[in-house]
T-cell receptor, first 114, second 114 residues
Framework: QKEVEQDPGPLSVPEGAIVSLNCTYS??????FMWYRQYSRKGPELLMYTYSSGNKEDGRFTAQVDKSSKYISLFIRDSQPSDSATYLCAMIPVNTGTASKLTFGTGTRLQVTL | NAGVTQTPKFQVLKTGQSMTLQCAQDMNHNSMYWYRQDPGMGLRLIYYSASEGTTDKGEVPNGYNVSRLNKREFSLRLESAAPSQTSVYFC?????????????FGDGTRLSIL
């Protein structure tokens, strides 16, 4: 079983819809959570970075963390065709004094249609 | 502001050939990383350099070598390329591998080995 599970999609939604992207994880040591957006033939671009349970909002994007359920979500409001990309979740464990390494989900491909 | 720059963007090699992938960052980050990205496998860490003068193995180091040339530059070398090394390679950097700060990625090198 992978440490981080993410549905690969593809997820197709009409323009203007609310999108929910999710990851589950098994390692309770994960404390820092990120969402990256990756356009085709480009590198991952950091969208959101959160620590601890709760919500963080940035424009049309909201990141939600539920540590008790080991579940994180990214919500996109008023989705646009320009949001069409692959979304990767990533996590870092609590700092133990050794080098922290990101653990990635495999990504969910999102297509926003006109 | 270029961020993380990778060269070349594309390369085709024959089995057994050698090649060095170059990466440079202009964010004054201490730590740098090399990943490979394969369909269904997500991003996997090959090697990282927590600070200038140090390098360590990641999840999939076999068949690769790295050099941290200075604070800005981190190269990845394939000594004898194999078809299994066909992949997209990403370089990333962060403030410090010992903090919980996210990583920032370049746009990748697409490598095909025939």
């Amino acid at each position: 079983q992978k440490e981080v599970e993410q549905d690969p999609g593809p997820l197709s939604v009409p323009e203007g819809a609310i999108v929910s992207l999710n990851c589950t994880y098994s390692n309770s040591a994960f404390q820092y959570f990120m969402w990256y957006r990756q356009y085709s033939r480009k590198g991952p671009e950091l969208l959101m970075y959160t620590y601890s349970s709760g919500n963080k909002e940035d424009g049309r994007f909201t990141a939600q963390v539920d540590k008790s359920s080991k579940y994180i979500s990214l919500f996109i409001r008023d989705s646009q065709p320009s949001d069409s990309a692959t979304y990767l979740c990533a996590m870092i464990p609590v700092n133990t004094g050794t080098a922290s390494k990101l653990t990635f989900g495999t990504g969910t491909r999102l297509q926003v249609t006109l | 502001n270029a961020g993380v720059t990778q060269t070349p963007k594309f390369q085709v090699l024959k089995t057994g050939q050698s090649m060095t992938l170059q990466c440079a960052q202009d964010m004054n980050h201490n730590s740098m990383y090399w990943y490979r990205q394969d369909p269904g496998m997500g991003l996997r860490l090959i090697y990282y350099s927590a600070s200038e003068g140090t390098t360590d193995k990641g999840e999939v180091p076999n068949g690769y070598n790295v050099s941290r040339l200075n604070k800005r530059e981190f190269s990845l070398r394939l000594e004898s390329a194999a078809p299994s090394q066909t992949s997209v390679y990403f370089c990333a950097s962060s403030v410090s591998a010992y903090s919980n700060q996210p990583q920032h990625f370049g746009d990748g090198t697409r490598l095909s080995i025939l």
